[in-house]
Nanobody, 125 residues
Framework: QVQLVESGGGLVQPGGSLRLSCAAS????????IGWFRQAPGKEREGVSC????????YYADSVKGRFTISRDNAKNTVYLQMNSLKPEDTAVYYC??????????????????WGKGTLVTVSS
């Protein structure tokens, strides 16, 4: 069974920081590319970031580049999304997704195989 659980969402002020976690069970995340996606109210889901099976390849949407950092901790079987300098437009439900086929699927807009249920991030004063 592949199970992904996001955590770390919440309410944060503009300019603040938040760290999201994607914890896996049933799989070793080191064997999977992990993508972060978000869906804002009234908008389509969009890709935020992806990390390959190793951390040697990472990808970011232009809207978050320089502010967000994706990383993995293999010992904890967890992938993180560090979000800094948050803006109100970052408000969304954030999802993590895993796919053995790699970040190419993320880059091409393909649907990744396994998804978490999401965690809500609200950026507001």
């Amino acid at each position: 069974q592949v199970q992904l659980v996001e955590s770390g969402g919440g309410l944060v002020q503009p300019g603040g920081s938040l760290r999201l976690s994607c914890a896996a069970s049933g799989v070793t995340l080191d064997d999977y590319a992990i993508g972060w996606f978000r869906q804002a109210p009234g908008k389509e889901r969009e890709g935020v970031s992806c990390i390959s099976r190793s951390d040697s390849s990472t990808y970011y949407a232009d809207s978050v580049k320089g502010r967000f950092t994706i990383s993995r901790d293999n010992a904890k079987n967890t992938v993180y999304l560090q979000m800094n300098s948050l803006k109100p437009e970052d408000t969304a439900v954030y999802y993590c997704a895993a796919d053995r086929r790699g970040c190419l699927f993320y880059l091409q807009g393909r649907v990744m195989n396994y998804w978490g249920k999401g965690t809500l991030v609200t950026v507001s004063s």
